[in-house]
């Protein structure tokens, strides 16, 4: 298959170089001319490429056909770019100035096409591939209009600022002065968690309900940088010091743990798709602060409110799952035969002894048991998501 936008590159933007483009004027016939070719030529490429989405059975030969296209559409915005840049430090007379504001309302209607590719078949849309220059000039313009009211709100409110500029870090980065080579992922991103950032500033939270709702705004958006992760931590291990007791240490990272482990993140979202998720680094990282309060108490001779009491000599095993979420997930084994005892009360009785929640040290079996009959929607939801992570572990194993 062709590439749609290769004749709009050569006849018309191949024509209008930097150096040329200067040394002459445009007759009105002449503009007239450019814009209609422009626009013929636009509507044209853009109804193939529709025609191919939607014809082409052969994937592999459309994905090749859209990523080809995508690369051209974003050498001629780049090219746009550099004659707009180079405009702006000269003073281009009547006619080059109309070109340039026909121009530009081309670079707008094509990137506009390329945010349709995205949007609209992300399954074909190349986000690997280095953005326009010029989509990149405006979005740094959006990120610092979106963000100001961002960073002024949180430096006043948040009792650690350091967390402000580990944030904002990329964004500083993203300047129209200094453009970069930014992939459509990295933008897309960035444009995401801005407008989620900006969401939670509009809810006017303060101290204690700020933060944890900041911190579930990154974890959701998996804002997976090292920083931020040593940022966070390092202010967890800070408030956690502030207790007086290991006992009451251990209560808030449990509290902690809970809170992290309950979100549930957006789907391919990360800052760095190399790296573990944000989720994935803290959870690592509680789990052996845990283990190490838990050696400090047992040495100090002090029960943990955590150590599961043993039963016949055994530990009872400690989940996060609540009492209800528990008795979904044990009529989903009765009911599939996964668990062969056809004894319910036998059953209840066994997990009841054996097993223990956050808020449960001793599961009360009249309440299992009334859990189990009575199954809510939410927590047939949630247990659904939690069966979901683990098909999508195994998927990965």
């Known amino acids: 298959m062709k590439n749609e936008f290769r004749t709009l590159e050569k006849s018309v933007i191949g024509k209008l170089s930097v150096t040329s483009f200067f040394c002459r004027s445009f007759s009105p016939e002449e503009l007239q001319a450019w814009d209609k070719t422009c626009l013929e030529e636009m509507s044209k490429m853009e109804e193939a490429i529709r025609y191919q989405i939607f014809y082409q059975k052969n994937r592999k030969q459309l994905l090749k056909y859209i990523s080809g296209n995508q690369a051209t559409l974003v050498r001629i915005l780049n090219h746009l770019h550099t004659l707009f840049t180079s405009a702006a430090n000269l003073v281009p007379n009547e006619s080059q100035q109309n070109l340039l504001w026909s121009g530009q309302q081309m670079a707008y209607k094509l990137e506009d096409f390329l945010g349709y590719l995205a949007n609209e078949h992300t399954d074909l849309f190349n986000f690997d591939q280095y953005s326009s220059a010029f989509l990149q000039e405006r979005s740094a313009h959006i990120f610092r209009q979106?963000?100001?009211?961002?960073?002024?709100?949180?430096?006043?409110?948040?009792?650690?600022?350091?967390?402000?500029?580990?944030?904002?870090?990329?964004?500083?980065?993203?300047?129209?002065?200094?453009?970069?080579?930014?992939?459509?992922?990295k933008i897309r991103y960035l444009d995401i968690l801005s407008k989620d950032l900006s969401q939670l500033v509009e809810r006017n939270l303060t101290g204690e309900e700020l933060w944890k709702a900041l911190l579930v705004t990154l974890l959701y958006n998996n804002f997976n940088t090292t920083r931020l992760f040593v940022t966070y931590s390092r202010s967890i291990t800070s408030a956690c010091n502030e207790h007086e007791s290991l006992r009451q240490q251990l209560r808030y990272i449990y509290l902690m743990q809970k809170t992290i482990r309950q979100i549930i993140p957006a789907p391919d979202m990360a800052y760095n798709p190399d790296r573990p998720?944000?989720?994935?680094?803290?959870?690592?990282?509680?789990?052996?602060?845990?283990?190490?309060?838990?050696?400090?108490?047992?040495?100090?001779?002090?029960p943990s409110i955590e150590t599961p009491v043993p039963v016949d000599g055994i530990k009872k095993l400690h989940t996060h799952l609540s009492v209800a979420q528990l008795a979904c997930v044990l009529k989903i084994y009765m009911e599939t035969n996964a668990i062969k005892n056809q004894n319910l009360s036998e059953v209840i009785r066994a997990f009841a002894k054996l097993v223990r929640t956050d808020n449960s040290r001793n599961i009360s079996e009249e309440s299992l048991r009334t859990k189990f009959y009575n199954v809510e929607q939410a927590t047939c939801d949630r247990v659904k998501e939690l069966l979901r992570r683990q098909l999508d572990y195994l998927d990965n194993v």
Request: proline content about 6%.
């Open 146 to 185: 979106r963000l100001e009211p961002v960073q002024k709100y949180l430096a006043e409110h948040l009792s650690n600022p350091n967390v402000v500029g580990v944030i904002l870090k990329p964004y500083r980065e993203f300047t129209p002065a200094t453009i970069r080579k930014y992939t459509y992922r």
């Open 277 to 302: 998720s944000l989720q994935e680094q803290l959870k690592q990282w509680i789990s052996e602060e845990v283990t190490y309060l838990e050696t400090q108490m047992e040495q100090h001779q002090c």
